[in-house]
T-cell receptor, first 111, second 114 residues
Framework: QKEVEQDPGPLSVPEGAIVSLNCTYS??????FMWYRQYSRKGPELLMY????GNKEDGRFTAQVDKSSKYISLFIRDSQPSDSATYLC???????????FGKGTTLSVSS | EAGVAQSPRYKIIEKRQSVAFWCNPI?????LYWYQQILGQGPKLLIQ????????DSQLPKDRFSAERLKGVDSTLKIQPAKLEDSAVYLC????????????FGEGSWLTVV
C-alpha cells in the first residue's frame, strides 16, 4: 500500500459545480497536510495548508482533515475554468521533513 | 519577493550523456529540496539540504545522480550517465529554516532522454 493514495481522475465538471478531491493515507504520524495546484508546464503552487485535524476555508476553497479516518479532502465551490489543473495532496509527519505527495487529480472545468 | 529560480527549463539529451540543473532558492530559505516528477505522478523527493548539509538523500540514485549546495544557497543536481527512465521534471523547492511545512516550488526543469 502506498503511503498516500489519490484518485488520478480525470475529473470533468461544468462551471459553477462543487468539486470534491480526496486523498487517503496510511501513516498515522502525518500531521501536516497540504494541497498544491499545478498548471500544465508549471511547478506546484501551494493552495491550502492544514495542521492536524479540522477544516480550513479560504475563499472558494475548503480543506478538511479527518485523522481518525486518515482521509483529507479539498472542496472547490463555484468552480471556474481557471481552476482546471492538477491538484496534488501532500503531507509530512513533522516540521522540517519533506512532503510525501499523492499522484494528483486532473480537474477540467468547462464553461 | 522573487521565487525559486531554475535553469535550464527544458533539456533533451541522449542516453548515457550527462546533464546538470541549477537552482536558486528564495532568499533566506535554509532548506532546499530536489524532487523528481514523472509524467502522471506526484513529485518524489530526491534530496533535502539544510543549509549546505544533506538531511535526506535516501531516494537519490547515487550511482548516477549527485547534488551539491555549496555555501548553503544555490544548488546543482547532476545526472551522469542518463537513462531513458530519467525523463521527468526536476523540481527545486525551498522553505524557511527548519519549519519545512510551507514549501515553495520552482517552475521545474523538464528533461527528455532519448
Amino acid at each position: 500500500q502506498k503511503e498516500v493514495e489519490q484518485d488520478p481522475g480525470p475529473l470533468s465538471v461544468p462551471e459553477g459545480a462543487i468539486v470534491s478531491l480526496n486523498c487517503t493515507y496510511s501513516n498515522s504520524a502525518f500531521q501536516y497536510f497540504m494541497w498544491y495546484r499545478q498548471y500544465s508546464r508549471k511547478g506546484p503552487e501551494l493552495l491550502m495548508y492544514t495542521y492536524s485535524s479540522g477544516n480550513k476555508e479560504d475563499g472558494r476553497f475548503t480543506a478538511q482533515v479527518d485523522k481518525s479516518s486518515k482521509y483529507i479532502s479539498l472542496f472547490i465551490r463555484d468552480s471556474q475554468p481557471s481552476d482546471s489543473a492538477t491538484y496534488l495532496c501532500a503531507m509530512s509527519n513533522q516540521a522540517g521533513t519533506a512532503l510525501i505527495f499523492g499522484k494528483g487529480t486532473t480537474l477540467s472545468v468547462s464553461s | 519577493e522573487a521565487g525559486v529560480a531554475q535553469s535550464p527549463r527544458y533539456k533533451i539529451i541522449e542516453k548515457r550523456q550527462s546533464v546538470a540543473f541549477w537552482c536558486n532558492p528564495i532568499s533566506g530559505h535554509a532548506t532546499l529540496y530536489w524532487y523528481q516528477q514523472i509524467l502522471g505522478q506526484g513529485p518524489k523527493l530526491l534530496i533535502q539540504f539544510q543549509n549546505n548539509g544533506v538531511v535526506d538523500d535516501s531516494q537519490l540514485p547515487k550511482d548516477r545522480f549527485s547534488a551539491e549546495r555549496l555555501k548553503g544557497v544555490d544548488s546543482t543536481l547532476k545526472i551522469q550517465p542518463a537513462k531513458l527512465e530519467d525523463s521527468a521534471v526536476y523540481l527545486c523547492a525551498s522553505s524557511f529554516g527548519s519549519s519545512g511545512n510551507t514549501i515553495y516550488f520552482g517552475e521545474g526543469s523538464w528533461l527528455t532522454v532519448v
